[in-house]
């Protein structure tokens, strides 16, 4: 939708000729029709003899009014030159305040509105369409893992993509839609609709999602990227003022929005009064998640490792757990999503693996703790020697720990990953390779970088009794692993039988319920006690440090 700039005249005019354009343009034309007045009036009565005293000579004529006229006349030159000046300056003076007005509610790169002009012009849809009847939708469009993309190909061509995608919204779109760049990857459309029209809305979405995930091609590089599209239609019945109902519109297609990205992105979902409960729950939770942070209220669990050929305990792996005065006992996928969002996943992360290393120091020697590191950390430079300093502030011995790095990891950057695997292993840390299987991990990636060990994912060991195809999958794991020297984990053990189809297949480090459930410090450490598994020379066990001191 074009912007129809306005003008607008300030104190500023002030200070060229002492008065405002305006006044300024009629004292000028004013000079000028005096002076044309005076011509006239003086010429008729002395003109005749001013030619004839300068043409022919003539003595005739009065010199005095002669020479007032040509004053006269050099007077109405300079007056309308004057004008005309006067007036130039102000065209462009206006022009200039119409582009001023236009780069205020544009976006610079793609040509869209900007937020600062959009609640405004919404406000104004909405009230056409209570004048002339039909119903605002407002369509929220947020690409998918635009950020990645652009990290990955650069700025020059994510700025190729925003505009492109600018291009197409406004190709699909209404003639007299709203189109506008709220920052980022993030557009809102609005229009103005016939009543009771809910197909055609979704006809436009599925338009508009097919559209944007056509290839994007910029100097030789082919970038494909899609969209999630929240609808927001006016309420049936509804007693807001046009202001508010138009904040209410981009609210809720920004909640389907959110839905739709949850969901896995390239599609479309239109608004329920459900997802706003479901935003003030998440609202909830990041507010006590903070809260919790810093009253200490997120503590380590430990999980068992064993061997399974001899059925001896090798270690544990450390799960992070939520005791939440809300919400009981949370557990991770839940709130570390969450906490990956808003930031807090790096020092949360952090706290409890000071709090395990604390728990840990004082158990048989021979016993690991392995710990997950979130993605978002593997971008921390600082990261290899942050694990350091937590070894040694808790006298921890750095080959008794593993750092267990996801394979979506590896999507990410792989040289990053190579330079924090080589940083880390040199102190004597060990690193494994989690929930191998998942389908980012390839042989290649696994002989480049140094890995000490893999463990498979859980979702082919907890079917694997029951499942041929898994059992061909843990099989093929199994043989790259022995022709690759890497030990083996196998995650998920729930059964018996698991674990004696485990057994026919090779060597293994095993984990899962079989083995019991995660348990808490003070339950670890009474475990150990019993089997004579707490290290002889140990120091005093202190009490357990709040996460929030370990934070700082």
Not at 478 to 504: H, N
Request: with cysteine; charged share 25%; hydrophobic share 45%.
């Amino acid at each position: 939708m074009a912007i129809r700039p306005t003008t607008q005249q300030d104190d500023s005019d002030a200070a060229h000729g002492g008065a405002p354009a305006p006044a300024r343009d009629f004292l000028a034309l004013g000079v000028v029709i005096v002076s044309v007045a005076m011509f006239v009036a003086a010429g008729s009565g002395v003109l005749t003899g001013v030619v004839r005293k300068y043409l022919f000579d003539e003595a005739n004529g009065d010199a005095v009014l002669a020479n007032a006229l040509i004053l006269n006349i050099a007077l109405l030159i300079l007056s309308w030159r004057r004008h005309a000046a006067l007036n130039r300056e102000i065209a462009e003076r206006r022009k200039a305040e119409q582009a001023a007005h236009v780069l205020a509610h544009t976006d610079a790169l793609t040509g869209c509105l900007n937020r600062r002009s959009i609640d405004g012009l919404m406000r104004g849809l909405v009230e056409r369409a209570e004048r002339h009847g039909g119903e605002v939708v407002a369509l929220m469009i947020d690409l998918d893992k635009f950020k990645r993309s652009n990290d990955f190909h650069g700025h020059q061509v994510g700025d190729a993509v925003l505009i492109e995608i600018a291009r197409r919204l406004r190709a699909a779109m209404p003639a007299e839609a709203l189109i506008a760049r709220l920052g980022g990857d993030e557009f809102i459309c609005a229009a103005i609709f016939a009543q009771h029209r809910a197909g055609m809305v979704e006809a436009l979405c599925t338009r508009l999602n097919e559209a944007l995930a056509e290839p994007i091609e910029h100097n030789g590089t082919r970038v494909t990227v899609t969209a999630s599209i929240g609808i927001a239609d006016e309420p049936p019945v509804h007693d807001m003022q046009p202001a508010q109902l138009a904040a209410d519109l981009l609210h809720r297609a920004d909640l389907a929005m959110y839905r739709a990205k949850k969901a896995g992105g390239n599609r479309f979902c239109r608004y329920e009064e459900a997802m706003a409960k479901e935003l003030r729950f998440r609202r909830e939770l990041e507010n006590d998640l903070r809260e919790g942070l810093d009253r200490g209220e997120f503590v380590p669990y430990y999980e068992k490792q064993m061997d399974l050929e001899t059925g001896v305990l090798t270690g544990f792996e450390m799960l992070a757990r939520w005791h939440s005065p809300r919400f009981g006992l949370i557990s991770p996928e839940h709130f570390i999503p969450v906490a990956e969002e808003v930031g807090l996943i790096a020092p949360l992360s952090e706290a409890l693996i000071a709090q395990a290393l604390i728990d840990a120091r004082d158990w048989d020697p021979r016993l690991t703790l392995s710990v997950n590191i979130s993605p978002v950390q593997l971008r921390d430079p600082q990261f290899a020697q942050k694990i350091l300093k937590l070894l040694v502030a808790a006298n921890f011995p750095p080959s008794r720990l593993d750092i267990e790095i996801t394979e979506v990891c590896l999507h990410e950057n792989i040289e990053v990953v190579r330079s924090l695997i080589t940083s880390l292993q040199n102190q004597g840390i060990r690193i494994s390779l989690d929930d191998f299987g998942t389908g980012y991990a390839s042989i290649a990636q696994l002989r480049a970088l140094p890995f000490d060990r893999i463990k498979i994912d859980r979702s082919f060991i907890s079917t694997l009794a029951s499942s041929t195809d898994n059992t061909a999958i843990v099989e093929a794991i199994t043989s790259l692993g022995r022709g690759m020297a890497m030990p083996i984990t196998a995650e998920g053990i729930e059964s018996s039988e698991v674990l004696e189809s485990l057994r026919k297949l090779g060597k293994f480090k095993g984990q899962g319920y079989l083995y019991g459930q995660p348990a808490s410090a003070s339950e670890t450490r009474r475990l150990l006690r019993e089997q004579q598994l707490l290290a002889v020379n140990a120091p005093p066990a202190n009490a357990p440090a709040p996460i929030a001191a370990a934070r700082a």
